[in-house]
Nanobody, 114 residues
Framework: QVQLVESGGGLVQPGESLRLSCVTS????????MHWYRQSPGKERDLVAS????????NYADSVKGRFTISRDDAKTTVYLQMNSLKPEDTAIYYC???????WGQGTRVTVSS
């Protein structure tokens, strides 16, 4: 059974950092591109960052470029999202996704507030 489990969310102040993790199981994640999405209240779910199966090609939404970094571990079973210089507008539920399998995690909530 394909599973994606996110963790690492929380409440932080503006300017602080968080590292989100997405642990995969039930499939060979190293074969697939992986994405991080986020959804704020009343808004659509937006793509934040993506990483290819090799871990060498990454892409970011303009709103997070230079602040967020997506990566995956050597075994390619865990995907990370390092978020620095967080802003209130980064507040959202963050979801890990394997688009090829149309699989999603349950999400982890990030709140940036002073």
């Amino acid at each position: 059974q394909v599973q994606l489990v996110e963790s690492g969310g929380g409440l932080v102040q503006p300017g602080e950092s968080l590292r989100l993790s997405c642990v995969t199981s039930g499939f060979a994640a190293f074969w697939y591109d992986m994405h991080w999405y986020r959804q704020s209240p009343g808004k659509e779910r937006d793509l934040v960052a993506s990483i290819d199966s090799t871990g060498l090609v990454t892409n970011y939404a303009d709103s997070v470029k230079g602040r967020f970094t997506i990566s995956r571990d050597d075994a390619k079973t865990t995907v990370y999202l390092q978020m620095n210089s967080l802003k209130p507008e980064d507040t959202a539920i963050y979801y890990c996704s394997c688009p090829a399998l149309d699989s999603w995690g349950q999400g982890t909530r990030v709140t940036v507030s002073s």
